[in-house]
């Protein structure tokens, strides 16, 4: 759906759906959407937890609407446009979702970044202000984070290493996998993980670069039947508010929402991710999926082949318009490293 036809939509839907709470001056409402069904830990475990606080916190005057995938506003492409739009007033999105919009913070979707959500997360969130300010100048960052290591699911086809993925059409959740699953001689096919759904039952596409946590949140785990666990990408996330939204709220509304997200959120997304995707798997293997180990010495032996396809891809980032990709990629690294220990 193009910009106008969404914007245009989104905008009837919201003026209906809040029209019942115009009058109530002495309240606000927040419109929050992100992509994932209602029943993804991201809302149960955080945005409704975040809601309900900031309305204790306020006395019941600051309230939050959430609108998840079965609602007008929950196209994964559309989360950050929406809410620079000020058609929706915070929303959590997918950074490589559509493609080019984070090009620095995809810097840690690079093969072999990260070794855990927390991590990750704690080091994008310690460095949006500086080396990724560029990226989130349009909006109030509420947090950035990332989920656990990742590998392949396959509809019909075992896959025991890299090799195997030759050939295969495999969905890839940004440019950075997409562009690793290009180089092992797969076919990638960036979407959003509602979108595979239909994609893996028409086979239209072989398989899909995912964690549990995703593969059953979105009901594809009836659509593979085996998991290479490579754990050799991450795929990370935003979650922005509209910032005129923001400042144009009451000093006690701001100070809430500052207090409660943010840092908060980003200590907590770790362990986390690490429940939620632990109790998707065993729900996967219940449902008949094999898993395919790696052995750590395999796995060290591919993050050594692949340093030159890093170090390529670096540099194509440079002189596409990322002129410090590498600080990036190293300052990434060294606190990778930090919150690691």
């Not at 036809?5 to 989104?10: C, Q, Y």
């Not at 922005?240 to 929402?257: D, T, Y």
């Not at 997304?269 to 632990?278: A, Y």
Request: proline share 5%; net charge positive; with cysteine.
């Amino acid at each position: 759906m193009q910009f106008r036809s969404w914007r245009a939509a989104a905008l009837a839907a919201a003026a209906a759906a809040l029209a019942g709470t115009a009058g109530a001056q002495d309240k606000v409402e927040l419109k929050f959407s992100h992509y994932a069904p209602p029943t993804h830990g991201f809302q149960k475990d955080l945005l409704e937890p975040w809601a309900a606080e900031l309305e204790k916190r306020t006395g019941g005057k600051l309230t939050v609407r959430i609108f998840a995938a079965n609602s007008p506003f929950g196209n994964v492409a559309n989360q950050a446009d929406q809410v620079k739009a000020g058609v929706t007033d915070a929303a959590w999105g997918l950074n490589g979702v559509p493609r080019g919009r984070f090009p620095r913070s995809l810097i840690m979707e690079l093969p072999f970044m990260a070794s855990s959500s927390g991590a990750a997360s704690k080091t994008l969130w310690s460095m949006r202000d500086g080396l990724l300010a560029e990226e989130y100048k349009d909006f109030k960052v509420l947090a950035v984070h990332c989920h656990p290591t990742g590998g392949f699911f396959t509809r019909a086809k075992r896959v025991a290493d890299l090799e195997g993925l030759k050939g295969l059409r495999l969905r890839a959740p940004s440019l950075q996998v997409q562009n690793l699953l290009q180089h092992l001689g797969a076919v990638p096919v960036t979407m959003g993980p509602a979108q595979a759904y239909e994609a893996l039952e028409k086979g239209t596409i072989d398989g899909a670069s995912l964690i549990y946590d995703g593969l059953v949140a979105f009901r594809l785990h009836g659509l593979v039947k085996h998991y290479l666990e490579a754990k050799i990408y991450t795929a990370c996330f935003h979650v922005v508010m509209n910032p005129r939204k923001f400042e144009a709220l009451p000093a006690e509304f701001r100070k809430a929402i500052d207090e409660t997200s943010g840092q908060a959120w980003v200590d907590r997304v770790g362990p986390l991710w690490d429940k939620w995707d632990g109790a998707a798997r065993t729900a996967a293997l219940e449902k008949g999926i094999e898993e395919v180990k790696v052995p750590d010495a395999v796995r060290a032996s591919w993050e050594k082949q692949l340093k030159p396809y890093i170090d390529k891809q670096l540099a194509d980032m440079e002189g596409e318009g990322v002129k410090n990709a590498r600080a990036i990629y190293d300052e990434m690294k060294k606190r990778l490293a930090q919150y690691a220990q």
